[in-house]
């Protein structure tokens, strides 16, 4: 999608700071850190939101979801944790229309989230 933000981050056109990349997803620190550490991940393809999956779907989310566990491995907050978010829609707080992954660590979370 030719005016997504995170399209253009994927793409290169807009700079982040990327902590992982493959052929299906990019993942980059989030401008405006919820935790010490906070990462977005992305697939490549534009999808506005989690509402707008489907079953064809189901290979990519899994990739998404594991790319976060590898990255907390990889970068040695697995074994204190971390909290996989996907917010959708109003309700659910989703600002940017691109579907994100985000991954925060480095505190620990309440639940439920306000
Ligand atoms: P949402 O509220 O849609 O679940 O999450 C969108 C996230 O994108 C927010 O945490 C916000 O800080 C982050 N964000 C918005 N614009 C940018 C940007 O230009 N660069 C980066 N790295 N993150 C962004
Ligand atoms: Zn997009």
């Known amino acids: 999608m030719s005016d997504c933000l995170f399209c253009k981050i994927a793409s290169g056109e807009i700079p982040a700071t990327l902590v992982h990349e493959d052929d299906a997803c990019v993942a980059f620190n989030d401008i405006s850190p919820q935790a010490p550490i906070h990462i977005l991940i992305i697939p490549r393809v534009h999808i506005d939101s989690l509402d707008k999956t489907a079953a064809g779907d189901a290979a990519l989310m899994g990739h998404l979801l594991t790319a976060a566990a590898d990255i907390a491995r990889k970068n040695g907050f697995a074994e204190n944790g971390y909290r996989v978010v996907i917010n959708t829609n109003a309700d659910g707080g989703q600002t ?6 985000h991954l925060l660590a480095g505190r620990t979370f309440v639940f439920p989230p306000g």
């Open 96 to 101: 940017v229309f691109h579907l994100h992954v």
